[in-house]
């Protein structure tokens, strides 16, 4: 529901007030919290979790929007560098609550923690009041797209039936949304920025979510920490990530793009390699892997977001940015999903001298993804200095 609100949000914000909006979106996060919390059985768990996912979808692609239609264009990159600071921090901070409440209260209390986003509410009046066009929103497409990223969920668990299910579900959303006024402009993949940003986007929040997704198994495991040692352990982390975030604001303008997002990518690398090291020894290492891992998590989230923003066309620039939430979030969603099948596996590869877990190999795919973003970022983006300004610009 998240991957179908990245691309719907922005629709739907041409045909509804953007308050009204971001109010349903409060008010449905709080109700699945409240369902989730209430849940007997399974089946009304995930039923709570749909609703979640449709609420959530909202807030990031309609920030964009609001950064990118109402401020003052030398203002964007400051106001994108926060959105993008606040995503790191949050997903940085969401084990750390969601450890402490689980071992104080039990793990349905971070279902309250969600319904307590309602103390939004009051915020959403500072919303501008924009114009709404009487455009008719693509229902079936709507419709067509979640089916066949659902039945594609299911299908990488194994299930044949449901990947052919999805893949002809896929087809027909693609001819319906070219015959009727299209959920997805295709066509906006044909732009060097756009394919590029959306790539490391994707291999990004799929790196970082499988890592938070199994980070917290193996230090359980291994370790024998509770919930609430495992968020204290990546706590010092977020907490670096939050004072960073000035310093990356003001390297990011004084390196520029493509060389900021190298020396990001490096950080992250380096992260990812100390936590490889630290597996099953010291928790202390651990806690320092994650001091690189948020930082240059949270480097790179922020200069991608400005990309687009900065070398994109206003004519594209909406297009653009959905287009790249899309591949966002398909990233953070099928990240957990593809580390749970590959935990299940339970590989280990072992001789003489050395062993390597499931845990060990896990990671070790993480930082191979990350070497393909820096490759990408290598090969792809190359840096050329405008003439006629004093400002370094880069194209793709």
Known sequence: MLIVGSVVYGRLAQAFK???????????????????????????????RVIQGIALGAPIPLSMLIINEYFPKEKRKKGLTY?????????????????????????????????????????????????VEKRKIPYLAISLLALSFLFLLYGIHGHILFLGISTLTWIIFVVINNTQNSLINFKTL????????CTLNFLLMLTINSLFFLTPIYLEDLNHLSSIEIGLTLFPGAILSVLSMKLIEVFSSKFGSVTFL????????????????????SVLYTSVSFLFIYVGFAAVQSEL???ISVHLSQSLMSEGIGMSNLFFFMGATFGPALT?????????????????????????????????MFFIVILVMRRKKDKRQSNIHYHV
Request: aromatic share 8%; hydrophobic share 55%; proline share 2%.
């Open 190 to 197: 044909k732009n060097k920025i756009v394919i590029t940003v």
């Open 18 to 48: 953007l308050r009204t909006l971001l109010y349903g979106c409060i008010l449905l996060t709080m109700l699945g919290g409240l369902l989730a919390l209430v849940s007997s059985n399974l089946l009304l768990l995930i039923l709570a």
């Open 83 to 131: 959105i993008a600071l606040a995503i790191a921090l949050g997903t940085g901070l969401s084990p750390i609550i969601g450890g402490v409440t689980t071992s104080l209260f039990g793990w349905k209390s971070t279902f309250i923690v969600i319904a307590s986003m309602i103390i939004l509410l009051p915020f959403v009046k500072y919303i501008p009041d924009n114009k």
């Open 305 to 307: 977001s400005n990309f």
């Open 340 to 372: 749970g099948i590959f935990l299940d596996e339970k590989l280990t590869i072992s001789n003489k001298i050395i062993t390597f877990s499931t845990y060990h190999i896990g990671i070790i795919g993480m930082d191979l993804m990350v070497l393909v």
């Open 262 to 281: 190298n020396v990001s990518i490096i950080t992250l690398f380096i992260g990812l390699f100390v936590l490889l090291l630290s597996i099953g020894h």
